[in-house]
C-alpha cells in the first residue's frame, strides 16, 4: 500500500507540473464547451426566439402577397425587409444582394399569384358541379401563381428545407382559403338564398410536443444539456495526449526500465497512473457540469440541469474516465514513439468521437454510421449521459453502458500490459 | 577468487526477435561475492544485454543464472530486493526534485519514513548534492545527474551492485567521487558489476575482469594477471586492442 501511496504521489506530481497537459485536460473542455453551446443554441430555440433577416417582394399585391408576408412575420423567425437603404426592391436586386450573401434569402410572390388560385378554385368548381364540359377551357392565367425563394448557396441544405417546408405549410393554408371561398361564392349562384357566412373553425388538428422521458422531468432538450455531456466525455478521453506522453517518457528516459529492475508489479504502477487519470476525468467532469451550471447562463445560455439522478451521474462519470484511462494506457503502451502516440491519439479519438455522436447526433448520420455509432465507448458513454440527463433515467437504465465502458476498460488494461510485456522482454 | 558466487551463468544465449545473430553466444560466468567485477568490451558486444539478463528486464534464449544464490526463472521477487542497478540512461523524473526522485525509489525498496529521509540525506550530503536536493533534474548538470541516478541505485543499500557506464560522459571531479564510493561500497561487502569503455579507470577500479566481443567472452581474470600473461602489452587498453581489434564498431 505503501508503495501505491508513493506511485500515486510521484504521478501526481508529474501531472501538476506539467502545465500544458493541465491546459490540454482542464482549458480546452471548457472553452469547447462554451463556443459549441453557443453556436448550436440557435438550433434548439423555438422559432419566436430568433429571427432571420430575408428579403420580400410582393408582385402579387393581393390576398396571396399579403398572407405570406404576414404569415412569415407571424413565425417570428423571420425579420422581413422590403426595402434595403431606403430604396425598394425588384427581383434583380434580390438575386444580387442574397448572391452577395448580404442575406441567406430572398421572396418574391409573382405578379397575378392571387387572381390565377381564384380562376383555378372557380374552373375546378364549375368542371364539379356542372360535369365535364368538353368545351369549357381552363382560364389562361390559372398557372400563373407561384413563389420564388432565392437562397444563399452558402446555406445549409437542412436550413433551406425547413424554410421551403414553413412556406408551403402556410400558402397551402392559404391557397386552400381562397379555393374554399372561390367554392363558396361558385355554389351560393345555385342555392335559393346565399348561404351564412361560415365562422373560421381554426385548427383542425391540435399538435401537442410532450418529451418522452422515463420521469416526469422538468428538463428540456436545449444545446447545453446536449453539450456539456458531449464536449466533457471528449476531454476526458482527450487525456491520452498528457497519458500517453508520460507512459513513453517514462520509457524514453529509461525509468520503465528502472520499475521494472525494482521491486513491486506493473499493475502498483499503472494502478497509480489510472488512479491519478481516472481523478483527473472527474474533476474534469464536476468542473464542466458545475461551469454547465453556473457559468454558461452569464453568457445567454440555459442553466445545465443535472436532475434527481445524481448517484447515476457520477457512475457514469467514474466509467466513463475509466474507459479513457485504460484506452490511453493501451494507446501508450502499443505506440512507440511520442508523435505516433499523439498523433494516432488524437486522431482516434476524434474518430471515435464523430462516430459517437459528440459532433453530430446519431440519428441525423447516415444508415452505415449509425450501426458503426456502437462501437464507439464515447457513445455508451454519451448514451448514458442522456438516459439520465434528457430521458430522466436512473441506474438501472445507465447499467448496459456502465458495463460496456467497464468491460473495455478491463479490455484494454489486459491488452497494455500484455503488450508491454511483450515488448519489454522480447 | 573469494567467497560463494554472487553471479553464476551457464552457457548464456540471447537472440533478439529482429535478429538472427545472438547478442551472447553461451556465456559462461562466476562473479565471486565481494569483488569488482569488469564486464568490458567494444560497442554492441553484448555488455549491456548480459547486465540486462542478470537483473531480470531480458530473458534469455537459453542458459542459468544465478543471482545472490537464487535462481533467477523463479526468484527475480526476492533478487530484485537484493540487487541494485545503475543503468546507462539517467533514469529519473526530469519534472521531480532530486528528493523526490529518490523518495519514491526508496519506497519501491520498501524504506519509509524517517529511515528512508536519513538515507537520503546521507547520500545526498556524500555526493556533494545536499543544497540541490529540492531542485528539479532537469536543472542538473551531467555530473550531477550522474550521481542522483548512482544514488537511486544504492539507497536500499542492495547486496550486488550493476552499474552501466556509471561515468560516461562527465567531468573529472564527478567521476572520481563516483569511482571512490564504489571502492569504499564494495570494501563494506557489496558486489559490484560493472561495465564501462574506460579501460584505465577499469585496470584501477577492477578486481577481476571480463573482455567480452560479438558475444563471446574472450579472456577473463585478474587486471593485473592479464597484463603479466600478454608479452608486450603494458596496460588493460593495449591488451583489449590487441584482443578486439581495431575495427571500428557500430552496430
Given at each position: 500500500m505503501r508503495k501505491l501511496r508513493a506511485s500515486i504521489r510521484k504521478e501526481f506530481l508529474i501531472l501538476v507540473r506539467d502545465w500544458a497537459g493541465l491546459g490540454l485536460i482542464f482549458l480546452m473542455p471548457v472553452v469547447l464547451v462554451m463556443v459549441m453551446s453557443l453556436i448550436q443554441d440557435v438550433t434548439y430555440k423555438k422559432l419566436d426566439e430568433t429571427s432571420l433577416p430575408i428579403l420580400f417582394l410582393d408582385r402579387d399585391l393581393d390576398e396571396l402577397g399579403m398572407q405570406v408576408r404576414q404569415g412569415l412575420e407571424q413565425t417570428g423567425f423571420f425579420k422581413v425587409s422590403t426595402s434595403v437603404g431606403g430604396q425598394t426592391l425588384d427581383e434583380n436586386t434580390i438575386l444580387k444582394l442574397v448572391a452577395k450573401g448580404d442575406f441567406q434569402m430572398g421572396v418574391v410572390i409573382k405578379e397575378g399569384s392571387t387572381a390565377a388560385i381564384r380562376a383555378r378554385g372557380q374552373y375546378f368548381v364549375q368542371q364539379t358541379l356542372?360535369?365535364?364540359?368538353?368545351?369549357a377551357l381552363p382560364p389562361e392565367n390559372m398557372d400563373k401563381a407561384g413563389i420564388v425563394i432565392y437562397f444563399?448557396?452558402?446555406?445549409?441544405n437542412s436550413f433551406k428545407i425547413t424554410v421551403r417546408n414553413t412556406l408551403e405549410n402556410f400558402t397551402s393554408k392559404i391557397e386552400a382559403g381562397i379555393l374554399f371561398r372561390a367554392l363558396a361564392e361558385e355554389v351560393a349562384q345555385y342555392l335559393p338564398e346565399p348561404p351564412a357566412p361560415v365562422s373560421d373553425p381554426g385548427e383542425g388538428i391540435v399538435y401537442q410536443e410532450i418529451y418522452a422521458t422515463n420521469e416526469h422531468t422538468e428538463i428540456v432538450p436545449n444545446s447545453v444539456q446536449h453539450n456539456v455531456p458531449a464536449w466533457t466525455i471528449f476531454a476526458m478521453f482527450f487525456i491520452i495526449i498528457p497519458l500517453t506522453g508520460n507512459i513513453i517518457k517514462e520509457r524514453e528516459n529509461g525509468l520503465a526500465t528502472r520499475l521494472r529492475i525494482m521491486p513491486g508489479n506493473k499493475l502498483q504502477a499503472l494502478g497509480a497512473k489510472i488512479f491519478i487519470y481516472m481523478m483527473v476525468g472527474l474533476v474534469q467532469f464536476t468542473l464542466m457540469f458545475l461551469f454547465g451550471k453556473f457559468i454558461l447562463p452569464y453568457f445567454g445560455l440555459p442553466s445545465l440541469l443535472l436532475g434527481p439522478e445524481k448517484i447515476a451521474l457520477l457512475l457514469m462519470a467514474l466509467a466513463t474516465a475509466l474507459a479513457a484511462t485504460g484506452y490511453s494506457v493501451l494507446v501508450g503502451s502499443v505506440a512507440r514513439t511520442h508523435d505516433q502516440a499523439a498523433v494516432f491519439g488524437t486522431v482516434s479519438v476524434i474518430i471515435l468521437a464523430a462516430i459517437g455522436g459528440i459532433w453530430v447526433p446519431v440519428f441525423m448520420m447516415p444508415d452505415l454510421m449509425q450501426k458503426a455509432s456502437i462501437i464507439s465507448p464515447l457513445n455508451w458513454s454519451l448514451s448514458g449521459f442522456y438516459d439520465i440527463l434528457l430521458r430522466g433515467g436512473g441506474i438501472r437504465e445507465i447499467s448496459d453502458n456502465l458495463l460496456l465502458l467497464l468491460g473495455f476498460f478491463i479490455l484494454n488494461l489486459a491488452a497494455a500490459i500484455w503488450a508491454s510485456e511483450k515488448g519489454v522482454r522480447r | 577468487m573469494t567467497g560463494n558466487p554472487a553471479i553464476e551463468t551457464h552457457d548464456l544465449v540471447k537472440i533478439y526477435a529482429a535478429s538472427e545473430e545472438p547478442a551472447l553466444n553461451g556465456i559462461s560466468l562466476i562473479v565471486p561475492e565481494g569483488e569488482i567485477f569488469g564486464l568490458l568490451g567494444p560497442n554492441g558486444a553484448g555488455k549491456t544485454t548480459t547486465i540486462n539478463i542478470l537483473c531480470g528486464i531480458l530473458r534469455p534464449t537459453s542458459g542459468q543464472v544465478r543471482v545472490a544464490g537464487m535462481e533467477l526463472n523463479g526468484s527475480l521477487k526476492e533478487i530484485k530486493k537484493v540487487i541494485g542497478v545503475v543503468p546507462q540512461d539517467i533514469a529519473l523524473y526530469p519534472t521531480l526534485t532530486a528528493r523526490e526522485n529518490l523518495y519514491f525509489i526508496g519506497s519501491m525498496y520498501g524504506l519509509y519514513g524517517k529511515l528512508l529521509q536519513s538515507r537520503v540525506d546521507e547520500y545526498l550530503t556524500l555526493f556533494g548534492l545536499m543544497k540541490f536536493a529540492n531542485r528539479t533534474i532537469k536543472t542538473y548538470s551531467g555530473g550531477m545527474k550522474r550521481r542522483i541516478n548512482l544514488i537511486a541505485g544504492i539507497l536500499h543499500r542492495p547486496k550486488i551492485l550493476f552499474l552501466d557506464e556509471p561515468t560516461v560522459g562527465i567531468d573529472v571531479q564527478s567521476r572520481t567521487v563516483i569511482l571512490d564510493f564504489l571502492k569504499t561500497l564494495n570494501a563494506e561487502g557489496t558486489t559490484i558489476v560493472y561495465t564501462s569503455h574506460y579501460m584505465e579507470e577499469a585496470e584501477h577500479l577492477c578486481t577481476s575482469i571480463a573482455i567480452i566481443d560479438q558475444g563471446n567472452i574472450i579472456i577473463q581474470g585478474r587486471p593485473a594477471e592479464m597484463i603479466g600473461s600478454q608479452?608486450?602489452?603494458?596496460?588493460l587498453e593495449s591488451i583489449f586492442l590487441n584482443l578486439t581489434g581495431r575495427t571500428l564498431r557500430d552496430h
Open positions: 356542372l360535369g365535364d364540359d368538353e368545351d444563399d448557396p452558402a446555406i445549409k | 608479452p608486450g602489452y603494458n596496460n
